[in-house]
């Protein structure tokens, strides 16, 4: 069909305004990347920089000075993978039983999930819980209180409510049990749904700072995140520490948080492109039901 000339203004406008978006979100990350490349003068001579002449690895060499790096990372590795199969198993038990209208209870469960979306019981509460179980200093202080995020709990619950009824009970005259037809059936035809939230779940226990921060004082337990906030306390001078070599070349804080940066997010950018064609399509079906 062709488009009268309203329709193609129309269409010439919204692409170039979200062109002109996209260009605008990707600038900071393209500033970011060519800054953590940037020589000392460089950058003390043009703040902004989207390509560098005078490239460097000053900022890389700081950061990959420590030796207990590639432990950091390993923590924070094991920390994501543990921490979103446990999410995601906790996640998904509990949603398909609330899924179920005739689960006894359902709407007081579903009350309490959604209260803990407004209102928290505060730091100082969490800390003494996670204390009283004998949890700090261990990796459990991060994987517990995060395991289940309710936001994520709710978008699965209305994706099991969109499959059929009729395909539990013919597995059910079939003799499948319960988690037969979960795990055979209900769990393969969520896959886009399950896909999504485990992008969440990963990208929440990646970039887990604050939990680490509080609970874990071992710095051998370390994830990367915190590991990082070190390495630029010690580069801006507001903290001394044996982990980063003195004689190297100081470039400037600012490009080191660059470069922190980049380190910081490159693995999550590596993953996000196998689970893309998962992501709209498991939010937006898991949001159409409440």
Known sequence: MKQGLGSRIFDTINHSLLLLFAICTLLPFIHVFAGSFTSV???VQ????????DWSL?????IFSTPV????LLNSVFVTVAG??????LS?????GLSKKELPGRRTIMFMVVFTLMFSGGLIPTFLVVRSLGMLDSYWAMLIPSAINAFNLIILKNFFQHIPDGIEESAKMDGASDFGILFRIVIPLSMPSIATIALFYGVSYWNMFYQALIYINDSNKWPIQVLL???ILISSG??????IDADLVRPPEQTIKMAVIVVATIPILFIYPFIQKYFAKGVLLGSVKG
Do not use: C, H, W
Request: glycine fraction near 4%.
């Open 92 to 96: 998904i038990l509990m949603a398909y």
């Open 229 to 231: 906030r070190q390495i």
């Open 84 to 89: 979103t199969l446990l999410s995601m198993l």
């Open 41 to 43: 003068e460089e950058y």
């Open 69 to 72: 790096l590639f432990r950091s």
């Open 58 to 62: 000053d900022a890389y060499r700081v």
């Open 238 to 243: 507001l903290q001394g520490g044996n982990d």
């Open 46 to 53: 043009k703040p902004f920089i989207l390509i560098p002449t």
